[in-house]
Nanobody, 126 residues
Framework: VQLVESGGGLVQFGGSLRLSCAAS????????IGWFRQAPGKEREGVSC????????YFKDSVKGRFTNARGNAQNAAYLQMNNLKPDDPAVYYC????????????????????WGQGTQVTVSA
């Protein structure tokens, strides 16, 4: 079971990046997909989660309207599209997966996700 993120990099404020999360060893369609980020000196925080059952997507308030979280149509992957990047967005971004249900109270709890990628760095410059 492995998750591998890619797509991080350096972008200017207001720019966009698309992060990818490729899964191997299991079918990502049967897992809730979470995206988390961790900036230096800060705790890991939930950015978004795409649930299993009804496709409900949860977002951290500060990224609503700017980020989208979707599964790949044919690939065993998920994507986090990040638009209009802001000064508080730079961090190492992680994708995570859980075979268990999530809800609006638990989706952002890292402990609920047993599978994690290695992270990809997102840097935003002026």
């Amino acid at each position: 079971v492995q998750l591998v993120e890619s797509g991080g990099g350096l972008v200017q404020f207001g720019g966009s990046l698309r992060l990818s999360c490729a899964a191997s060893g299991f079918a990502l369609d049967y897992y809730a997909i979470g995206w988390f980020r961790q900036a230096p000196g800060k705790e890991r925080e939930g950015v978004s989660c795409l649930s299993i059952s009804d496709g409900t997507t949860y977002f951290k308030d500060s990224v609503k309207g700017r980020f989208t979280n979707a599964r790949g149509n044919a690939q065993n992957a998920a994507y986090l599209q990040m638009n209009n990047l802001k000064p508080d967005d730079p961090a190492v971004y992680y994708c995570a997966a859980t075979p268990y249900g999530t809800d609006s109270y638990r989706w952002s709890e890292p402990i609920d996700y047993p599978y994690w990628g290695q992270g990809t760095q997102v840097t935003v410059s002026a």
